[in-house]
C-alpha cells in the first residue's frame, strides 16, 4: 500500500463570505504492486508563483507524489493545473527548495537529463520533418545512441502502432496517430515520469481511447509515475489512482476517482457537476 499526501486547503464558508482556511495534509491510500512504490518520486514544498502583473497563479503548493501511481489534476480554467505540470520538469523555473526529484532539488539537475527521465506530451503534438522513424530516433540521437528498427518498432508497438508507420511522415498520418508518434518519442528517451497536459483534448473518441489505453499500459508494464492533466472528468475518473483539484492556485480537494461526488469545496464541487 502507497499514499499521495498533498496539502488540501478547505474553506470553512461560501467563497462569497468571509472565511477562514484551514489546512492540512491529507493522505491517499493507493494499491500498489511492488515493494518500491511506497518511494516518493516527487516532493512539492510551497510551491508559489505570481504572474508578471504581481497576480498569484499558485499559492504554496504541497503535495509528495509516490512511484507508480496515476494523478490527475483537474480544476477551472486558470486554476494553475498546467503551471504546477510545467514546474515538474522545469518548463518554468520553481523557486530553489520547492521541487525535489527523487530526493533532489530539480534546479541542482541537468534540465535535459531531468527531461529526459521527465518525459512531457502536450495538448498538440508537433513532429519533426522526417519520418515517424526520425522522429522517435531523435532523442536518443542527441546522446550518442543510435535505435535500431527493431527498438523502433518496440516503440511504435508500444504506443499501439504498427510498423507500416515506420517510414511514413507527419503529413500521412492524423491527429491521434502523430500524438501517440509524439508519445513513442518521448518514451525513447526511458522517462521514469511522464507529465501529460491535455494530451486528448483535441482528439476523436477512438483516438482518446487509445491514448488512455497506452497510458494505463505504461503504468502496468513499466510502474511509470504519470501526472496527468484533463479538462474531461469522465477521463480522469477512467485513468487516475487519487485526483487533485485546484481552485485559484490552491489545492482545495484530493479524492479517489469513485469518490469527486463526495467534494466539498463549493467551487470544486460546482465545477465536477458541470463537467460530468
Request: net charge negative; proline share 5%.
Amino acid at each position: 500500500m502507497s499514499s499521495i499526501s498533498i496539502e488540501q486547503s478547505q474553506l470553512q464558508s461560501s467563497p462569497d463570505e468571509d472565511h477562514e482556511v484551514r489546512e492540512h495534509l491529507l493522505t491517499v491510500d493507493i494499491q500498489q504492486p511492488g515493494e518500491d512504490v511506497c518511494a516518493t518520486r516527487f516532493r512539492i514544498r510551497d510551491l508559489t508563483k505570481v504572474s508578471d502583473a504581481g497576480d498569484p497563479i499558485l499559492k504554496g503548493i504541497n503535495m509528495d507524489i509516490p512511484k507508480g501511481v496515476i494523478l490527475g489534476i483537474v480544476g477551472p480554467s486558470g486554476s494553475g493545473k498546467s503551471t504546477v505540470l510545467r514546474a515538474l520538469n522545469r518548463l518554468w523555473e520553481p523557486p530553489s527548495g520547492t521541487v525535489f526529484y527523487d530526493d533532489r532539488d530539480i534546479l541542482d539537475l541537468d534540465v535535459l537529463s531531468l527531461r529526459r527521465k521527465v518525459g512531457m506530451l502536450f495538448q498538440i503534438p508537433v513532429l519533426f520533418e522526417g519520418t515517424v522513424a526520425d522522429n522517435i530516433r531523435y532523442g536518443p540521437q542527441l546522446r550518442g545512441k543510435k535505435l535500431t528498427d527493431n527498438q523502433v518498432h518496440n516503440l511504435l508497438s508500444l504506443a499501439d502502432l504498427d510498423s507500416s508507420f515506420f517510414n511514413k511522415t507527419g503529413g500521412e498520418i492524423s491527429v491521434g496517430q502523430a500524438q501517440r508518434v509524439a508519445l513513442a518519442r518521448t518514451l525513447a528517451n526511458e522517462p521514469e515520469v511522464l507529465l501529460l497536459d491535455e494530451p486528448t483534448s483535441s482528439l476523436d473518441p477512438i483516438s482518446t481511447e487509445n491514448i488512455e489505453e497506452v497510458i494505463k499500459k505504461l503504468k502496468k508494464k513499466r510502474g511509470m509515475t504519470i501526472v496527468m492533466v484533463s479538462h474531461s472528468i469522465k477521463q480522469i475518473q477512467r485513468i487516475a489512482d487519487v485526483v487533485c483539484l485546484l481552485v485559484d492556485g490552491t489545492i482545495v480537494e484530493v479524492l479517489k476517482p469513485d469518490k469527486l461526488s463526495e467534494a466539498k469545496h463549493p467551487t470544486a464541487l460546482r465545477f465536477l457537476q458541470l463537467s460530468a
